[in-house]
C-alpha cells in the first residue's frame, strides 16, 4: 500500500480546488502488470480514480457531519474499469467496439486517425474523399487506404473535417503546448442549499446527463452510484450503440426528447427547474440555440452546476472541432509516443485513458462543486477537455510504480440481469469505507425510460 502523499493525486486534486489537508487521505493498494505503457497511464488511471473516491468521502462527511471515511484505492478494480468495455460480455457476446473503418491510415507524408464509430461520421468521411457509399466494409477500407496513402495527412484531415466527418493527422512528437486538468470559475450565488444526512454522498441529487460515448456516461454512472438521480437525455434521432449504452448505462435512466419541438422543450425546461447538475459533451456551442448556454443557463437558475465537457482545449483553435479519445491520442503526440513497431505505425495507450480518466475527473469535480454549494449556494461551471488529460499524461506525471500481487480482472468482474440479457461486466472502482460495491440498477433500454425525476 502507499504511505505518504501520491504527487499525480496530490497534482489533480489541487486542479479540483480540494483543501489540501485531505491530499495525503487517499492510499492504494498495488497490483503488478497493469496497464502498460510507455507513458504514466497507471499513475493517471489511480490518480482520477483516487480524487474521485476523496471528493465522494468528503461530500459524505459534510453531510453526516461525521470524519472523513479512510478511502483507499485497489488499482486492480481501476485497472479494470478503465477498460470496462472490454471486459462486457452481452449474453455471453463480446460488444462491438470500434467501427472497420476507425484506425490508422498510411498517408503520403505520415499518418491519419479516423473515427467512423457512428453511422453518419462514416458516410461524411468516404464522401469527403470521393469514395461512394457501400455497406462492404472490405471494399470500402481498400478505397480509403488508397485515397489516403495519395494525399497529405493534413490535406485528409481538413478535406473531411469540412465535411463533418473524423480524422486527424497523427502528430510525429508531443504537443509541446501543456492545458489547464480542470477549468472551473463560480457562478451565481443563492441561499446555501444543505444537503440532509444520507448513506450515500449524492442521494437526492438530480443530474441531466447530454452526453453520449465514454467520458461523460463514466462520470454520470459514477455518480450514480453514489446515489443521484440520474437522468440521461437524448434527442430521437440519433441512436446510442446498444452495445455502449450496457456499459455504461449503470444506475441510470434513459430518455428522448426533442429539444427543437415545444413539447419537448417545455418538458426539458420543467426537468432543468429542479435539477442540481447538468452535464453536457456535445460540441461547443451546439446547445445554445436552446437557451443551453453557461449564461442562459446561469440567469434562469444561479445555483446550478453546469459542466462541459470537450475534446480539445476550449481556448485553442480547435475548440469547436468534434473529437474523440482516440482522436486526441493522435493529434497531441500520445500515439507517436506509444508507438512500438518498427514501420513506424503509431501506438495507443491501453484503455481509452482519456475518456476514463475525464469521466473520473468531471465526476469529482461535481461531487467538489456540491460540498461547496452547501455552504455558498453558488452555481459552478466546469470545463474538462479530454486534451487537457491528455497534457497532464504528457508533461504533469511521472511514473510512481507500486507492488502488489499479481493483477487477476476476474477479481474486479460480477454479473447482472439486465433486460438486455445477462451482463458480465467490471465493478465501480470508487474505493472509501462503506462505498456502494455495484450499482442499484443495471442499464435499462435506451431511449424508453420517462422524461421525469424519480427522487
Partial sequence: MTSGIDAATADAWAALGGPEDLAGRVSFTGAEGILPARLPVRELARATVGVCSLAA?????????????????HEGAVATAFVSERHLRIGGRAPVTFAPLSGFWRAADGWVRTHTNYPHHRARL??????????????????LAAEVGSRPAREVQETVYAAGGLAVAVATEPAQAVHPLVGTRTAGGGRARELPP?????????????????????????????????????????REFADAHADTGMGKRSALLDLSSPGGRETFEELLASADVLITGYRPGALDRYGLSPEALFERRPGLIVAQLRAWDPSGPWAGRRGFDSLV????????????????????????????GTGYLLAAAVLRALTDRRTTGAGRHLRLALAGTASWLLHGIRPAPLNGEPYEPEAWLTETASPAGTLRHALPPVGYAGAPANWSRPPGVWGTDRPAWES
Avoid: F, K, M, Y
Fill in 126 to 143: 468516404l464522401a469527403a474523399l470521393g469514395i461512394g457509399e457501400t455497406a462492404d466494409d472490405r471494399a470500402a477500407s481498400a478505397a
Fill in 57 to 73: 468521502a468528503e461530500l459524505l462527511a459534510a453531510r453526516n457531519a461525521t470524519p472523513l471515511p479512510e478511502v483507499r484505492v
Fill in 198 to 238: 444520507a448513506a450515500l454522498p449524492a442521494a437526492g441529487v438530480r443530474v441531466l446527463d447530454l452526453t453520449r460515448v465514454i467520458a461523460g456516461p463514466v462520470a454520470t454512472r459514477t455518480l450514480a452510484l453514489l446515489g443521484a438521480d440520474v437522468l440521461r437525455v437524448d434527442p430521437p434521432g440519433v
Fill in 329 to 356: 491520442q493522435a493529434a497531441c503526440g500520445i500515439a507517436a509516443a506509444e508507438a512500438a513497431g518498427d514501420d513506424g505505425r503509431p501506438g495507443v495507450l491501453p484503455a481509452q485513458a482519456l475518456d476514463h
